[in-house]
């Protein structure tokens, strides 16, 4: 029920009704949430226990599906409710032979949603309490640093994991750890009752403990109990309308309060069928959100403003889809994470509505919600018919709370005061969904409780007629795409760029009017002048460092950077600068004269390499890129590199196709756009086309990504397709810190021949990177199987008496030759359609049988036949160039058969992710570790997020960019 601010100052007469109208809106809720709880549901569940023996007993037939993340089609793992309920049980049964206190604290680190349920549910039966694990970071001294954080914090260390979480923590001494797979071998001697449990439990104990995100620091620990999270789930049921008919479709991690209460025990509660799709699968496919809506007639889901935005994007154009999708049984889409664009909402309304076989059958609800770790997730929602209603705002209103919730707005001050209707100010909730505790932090706890048990939730808002949404946010992070990153932390990497003066820098959260997600600000003093002569100069290369480090950090550069003097930056009594005040000037316009100076300078520096594009070829490609990167006309010099202005893989893909169109040219090939990203030396290129006059260049195996920086270069070898466009998003992330080269097979252009051999391959490369980098110290890194070329090529280097002091593989072991047998021209192929995204995993395991007999000819034409047409489009293939392309695979293929690992480079650092067969841990130990006998030093092994094929992918190269770098520094580059 919602907590109605009242002012202190006379009231007319029409909120004097509305505050009455809110009063018996606020006792029927309660009413209702009483004589459903108590009376009209008496055998409502006390304990989660009780919550699975219910779910079993009455809906045994009931289904949880899973799709995992190495699932590439919609292929899914069911259970049903009883099936599960007696899995778990003998689980918890194995379990119990630990042999630990009731309350133990089980840390439960494991990846797919299917074996951290299992999993909490047996720490839950056995009497301990699980507490879940989201991914460590990749960062080896923070992630000892939390695990020894978490150690300390439950004065234990009983971890339950997989054979990859085993490896990411084998580093840390003290920690007891239990494998899920032996512990399911154990399950088996046993067969106990549906209704076994090792220990009665009480509603008020603690059930399932969460890790905040720990963005402002160590993690802490929120205690929920039975109670709360019943409580919770219940109102969270009553607020959808659940019944034992609802089927659910959830992709938030289950270590996430989202994934596991409010998608998975709250349907439990009342009966509902359930999907669980692990994050990668809707990512990397935005498709399959509405296949799997369409094929599993999906009522509720669950997607955060950037996915709408995706979807839309992807969907909006896509007219050969108009009508495909039977979406009639989506009800309602929550959203979460980061507020809801109401543009966005509406145009992925208009767009579902499109893609719907029966558009007037189109019709659910937009639910942006409000929610933490501390309240069980959502407790405050605001579900929207936006093909009927216009919002009010530019963000979707959050709504009203769940049943037995309470909101108010408060003087942030003081933490009590009442803020009156339509004032902004501290959001506090209250209810029996609220958290007990922080674990063994009395303090943190008693700060954030005020007096009536409101909890502060550290996020600015307005209630407005009892409905309320977010202004903004007191609390130090900033939330990029859902994810939450860290202020402090940022700013202490940005107050090391030479030219801000030491503390006068703050960066500050900040959503421009129609941005699709979170942004900041930074405010900083310059240590310079900026009425000196070089003051241009100077400004340019400040900003462009915290630009830098910004991208690095968080994926994301500021959306603006105002530099003020230190004279007119104001601190705190305590010595602090205020990120409120700052905002709070720059929204209300009183840094716009810093902000117009900074573009004078910035734009002098710009002016002093401007060269105006000059012919109409030059002037064409500058509007495109202009296009591209939402730049004004004549903001395009024929000397702007497109790497540099920000080009991805598929901002290149567009460029292609635009300034083909353009030129009228059939064709301009992929390698010459990564080898003239300027501006002017394209145009050269194109003309050259246009007149017929390209004289065939001599193939060089460099294609330069990336030029600016001063530090080592970086030398990255293709994997076994022989491309390097999967790279172009990994170099962006060295600009002005090193240059970055890609190295790119022979025999892509006419007339080229194929390799023949590894030591002509290697031969050819090494002596391409002696002539781009004369002299070492050399940085020399393959993709694959690009790693064990990679390493004969810093072989070659170091018997030329050159030092390397990098040679990095990525996912390679060093015995190729057996694999590369293995592979025919149909699994050479197959190999190739799935790395390009034209088939799956499975197609690919599945169609080698029937494919083999066949010529190569209709092996082709019968992956071109299946391959998605918007993937060809985009690639720009023919079934000829996909013939093609799968020879030059071949070549290299041919070229591994012999080879056999010699000799030694200083050091070797292995890069591993998820095996294209087997487990991690047998990838690793078995195929990878004997790198050790080809290194003179010791070597290392690194866990990279995502799969062999994925890891270089939009959502694993900001994470592998930051390992990449500290491998780099922790080598003396």
Not at 281 to 289: G, H, T, V
Not at 448 to 472: A, H, K, N, P, Q
């Amino acid at each position: 029920m919602a907590q109605v601010a009242i002012s202190n100052t006379s009231t007319p007469s029409s909120s004097v009704i509305t505050n009455v109208k809110t009063f018996f809106r606020v006792l029927y809720c309660s009413l209702h949430y009483f004589l459903h709880r108590y009376l009209v549901s008496p055998r409502l569940p006390r304990t989660l226990h009780d919550v699975l023996a219910y779910a079993a007993e009455q809906y045994p037939n009931h289904e949880l599906g899973f799709i995992t993340s190495s699932a590439h089609d919609s292929s899914i793992q069911t259970k049903t409710f009883s099936a599960f309920n007696r899995q778990v049980r003998n689980l918890a049964r194995a379990m119990a032979d630990w042999n630990k206190p009731a309350g133990s604290i089980v840390v439960v680190y494991l990846t797919e949603h299917e074996d951290n349920m299992a999993a909490v549910w047996a720490c839950l039966l056995a009497g301990y309490v699980p507490c879940l694990q989201p991914a460590l970071s990749a960062q080896q001294a923070h992630k000892e640093g939390h695990v020894a954080h978490i150690k300390n914090l439950f004065s234990s260390a009983t971890w339950l994991t997989n054979e990859a979480g085993a490896e990411q923590v084998a580093s840390i001494q003290g920690l007891e750890i239990h494998l899920l797979s032996d512990l399911k071998v154990a399950a088996k001697n046993y067969s106990v009752s549906a209704h076994w449990v090792a220990r009665e439990v009480k509603p008020d104990d603690e059930a399932i403990l969460f890790l905040t995100s720990g963005s402002t620091g160590f993690s802490k620990a929120v205690v929920h109990t039975h109670q709360t999270i019943i409580s919770a789930c219940f109102a969270k049921g009553e607020d959808y309308t659940l019944t034992p008919e609802t089927k659910i479709l959830n992709w938030v991690g289950f270590d996430h309060v989202a994934g596991s209460l409010e998608m998975h025990i709250a349907p439990l509660l009342f009966g509902a069928s359930q999907l669980h799709v692990h994050a990668s699968a809707i990512l990397s496919d935005p498709l399959r959100f509405l296949r799997l809506i369409d094929e599993k007639s999906i009522n509720i889901a669950f997607a955060p403003n950037f996915l709408l935005a995706k979807l839309t994007r992807d969907l909006e154009k896509k007219n050969e889809l108009h009508g495909a999708f039977n979406l009639s049984s989506l009800q309602r889409v929550n959203s979460g994470g980061e507020a809801v664009v109401s543009k966005t909402a509406q145009a992925f309304v208009a767009t579902l509505k499109k893609l719907g076989a029966d558009s007037s059958k189109v019709s659910f609800t937009v639910s942006p919600g409000f929610g933490m770790t501390e309240t069980c997730a959502g407790c405050i929602y605001g579900p929207a018919d936006l093909s009927t209603g216009q919002p009010k705002h530019e963000f979707l209103e959050l709504g009203r709370p769940i049943p037995g919730c309470e909101m108010r707005i408060v003087n942030p001050e003081d933490g009590v005061t009442l803020r009156p209707d339509g004032e902004s100010g501290e959001l506090q909730v209250r209810g029996p969904m609220v958290f007990v505790r922080y674990y063994n932090n009395p303090e943190a706890t008693a700060s954030s409780f005020i007096e009536g048990g409101w909890f502060r939730t550290g996020d600015v808002g307005i209630i407005e007629d009892g409905v309320m949404r977010l202004s903004g946010r007191i609390k130090d992070t900033v939330i990029v795409h859902g994810v939450s990153y860290g202020i402090p932390e940022l700013e202490t990497h940005l107050q090391t760029v030479e030219g801000v003066t030491h503390s006068f820098l703050a960066a500050a959260p900040y959503r421009a009017p129609g941005q699709e997600t979170e942004g900041f600000v930074v405010f900083y003093s310059p240590s310079f002048d900026l009425n000196d002569v070089d003051a241009s100069a100077k400004l340019s290369a400040t900003h462009r460092a915290l630009k830098d480090i910004s991208v690095k950090m968080i994926t994301l550069p500021p959306q603006l950077i105002v530099p003020i003097p230190v004279s007119q930056m104001e601190k705190t009594t305590l010595g602090k600068l205020s990120r409120a005040r700052l905002l709070a000037q720059f929204k209300q316009g009183a840094l716009v004269k810093h902000i117009n100076r900074a573009e004078e300078l910035l734009n002098e520096a710009r002016g002093a390499t401007f060269i105006v594009p000059s012919t109409d070829s030059e002037r064409a490609l500058a509007n495109i890129y202009a296009g591209i990167f939402n730049l004004g006309e004549g903001e395009v010099s024929a000397s702007d590199n497109f790497f540099e202005l920000g080009g991805t893989s598929i901002d290149v893909i567009r460029l292609k196709r635009e300034a083909e169109a353009h030129f009228d040219l059939p064709e301009i090939p992929i390698i010459q756009i990564l080898k003239h990203p300027i501006v002017s030396s394209l145009a050269n290129f194109a003309d050259a086309l246009r007149n017929k006059d390209g004289k065939q260049q001599e193939y060089d195996p460099i294609v330069p990504l990336q030029l600016t920086g001063k530090k080592t270069p970086i030398f990255f070898v293709h994997p076994g397709v022989g491309e390097v466009l999967i790279f172009v998003n990994l170099a962006k992330y060295f600009q002005n810190e090193r240059p970055f080269y890609a190295l790119r097979a022979r025999g892509f252009e006419p007339g080229q021949p194929m390799f023949t051999s590894m030591d002509e391959m290697v031969s050819c490369y090494a002596a391409a990177v002696k002539r781009t980098q004369p002299v070492g110290p050399y940085a020399i890194a393959g993709y694959s199987y690009g790693g064990v070329v990679a390493f004969e090529v810093a072989k070659r280097l170091e018997a030329m008496g050159e030092e390397v002091k990098l040679t990095g593989l990525v996912n390679i072991p060093p015995h190729i030759a057996d694999r590369m047998h293995e592979i025919d021209y149909t699994g050479g192929m197959l190999n190739l359609s799935y790395f390009l995204g034209l088939i799956s995993k499975n197609d690919a395991n599945d169609l080698a049988p029937a494919l083999k007999p066949l010529p190569p000819k209709e092996q082709v034409d019968i992956v071109w036949k299946m391959a998605p047409p918007e993937r060809i489009v985009e690639l720009q293939l023919t079934p000829e160039k996909l013939d093609h392309w799968v020879a030059i695979a071949r070549s290299l293929i041919e070229c591994g058969k012999d080879y056999v690992p010699s000799g030694s480079v200083s050091s070797v650092d292995v890069f591993y992710a998820i095996p294209l067969r087997g487990s991690k841990s047998d990838w690793l130990n078995n195929q990878l570790k004997p790198w050790a006998g080809f290194s003179r030093g010791e070597p290392t092994y690194t866990d990279v997020p995502g799969q062999h094929y994925t890891l270089m992918d939009f959502d694993h190269v900001p994470q592998f960019q930051k390992i990449f770098r500290a491998r780099l520094e922790a080598r003396g580059l």
